[in-house]
């Protein structure tokens, strides 16, 4: 029993010496945890980051707009974020990168309900159009109006603080503009409705990446964000090849999440994970970029290098 005790003392003490000379490493999340952020949770709860020598801290944010400006001023390692919010905030002059990408297709959607009298995009002129945001949503109807021959004049814009689904329900507006397709479409069904989704890249706005990893642009060599990037690339294979174990893992990181919308919207979003998330296709910030500039957003579109970097 005694040399029991003594090597259950020694795992123990091995197991300490080992978290402890983990690398730490800290992730500021863009909203609370959840289903979008599946390959970050799976990498901690099975493994994948410690498997690279980090020991990763992620912190839910009291304000959504707050990560990248705190990895700006150096108070956090990672922040997700948002491929538009990072050209606005490159425009402003803001010191970041982008290292990586998590969801590497856009969710943003503009939302009726099925069984309105909204079949097609051009059928919104008259009609009311609930939003929570300006900026770039605004360009996005924008474009979209316009690739369907209206314009926003056509329209009457009705802010819903952030009530889209339930605005929409409840017949205050006809549509919502920047509804996730994986979230707002499963919301309205669970509600009783069901809603049809128009998608910005099929009228008129560039493809871009929703959500990135950024980090300070003076940092992008820190070798624990090729590491991190290993561990999201290795939990984002597992995470498709072994769904019904993520999920679990999932939970047990974070257990109150366990309804209906959670589990609809984690099948929805696990085909728009990046699957090689340290990859940069250059053109499609370009791209992108440029029509933010068309649009009035930035002053200047400049050379995607400058803010954006593929870890190798």
């Known amino acids: 029993m005694k040399l029991l005790g003594t090597l259950a003392a020694a795992a123990l003490l091995a197991s300490s010496i080992q978290a402890s000379a983990n690398e730490k490493l800290t992730v500021l999340l863009d909203w609370f945890a959840n289903p979008d952020h599946a390959p970050i949770i799976v990498a901690q709860a099975r493994g994948f980051f410690e498997a690279e020598g ?21 108070k956090g390692d990672i922040a997700i974020s948002y491929q538009p919010t990072l050209h606005a905030q490159i425009n402003e002059g803001m010191p970041l990168a982008r290292i990586g990408t998590l969801v590497a297709t856009p969710l943003n959607t503009l ?12 059928d919104l002129k008259g009609k009311t159009i609930g939003h929570s945001a300006v900026g770039f949503e605004s360009a996005m109807l924008n474009q979209m109006l316009k690739s369907n021959g209206l ?31 994986n979230f707002e479409l499963t919301q309205i069904n669970i509600e009783g409705g069901k809603g049809r989704a128009f998608f910005p890249e099929e009228n008129g706005v560039p493809v871009y990446d929703e959500l990135i ?28 090849n072994h769904q019904e174990d993520s999920w679990k893992g999932f939970l047990e990181v974070y257990p109150k999440l366990d309804d209906e919308l959670n589990q609809r919207a984690w099948s929805d979003t696990l085909p728009r994970f990046a699957a090689r998330p340290a990859a940069l296709d250059s053109g499609r910030y370009e791209r992108f970029a440029q029509f933010l500039k068309e649009a009035g957003l930035i002053e200047q579109a400049p050379p995607v290098e400058t803010y954006a970097v593929e870890i190798r």
């Not at 980090?54 to 700006?72: F, G, H, Y």
């Open 54 to 74: 980090l020991d990763v801290e992620l912190i839910e944010p009291a304000d959504p707009a707050m990560p990248p400006r705190l990895v700006a001023a150096g």
């Open 111 to 122: 939302i009726v309900l099925e069984d309105g009298p909204i079949k097609n995009l051009s």
């Open 151 to 181: 314009s926003k004049d056509d329209v009457e814009l009705i802010n819903v603080n952030f009530s889209l689904s339930p605005s929409l329900l409840a017949g205050r507006v006809d549509a919502v503009i920047g509804g996730y397709r």
């Open 213 to 240: 990893y950024v980090a300070h642009k003076d940092k992008v060599e820190d070798p624990r964000y090729a590491k991190f990037l290993a561990a999201i690339e290795a939990a984002t294979v597992y995470l498709l």
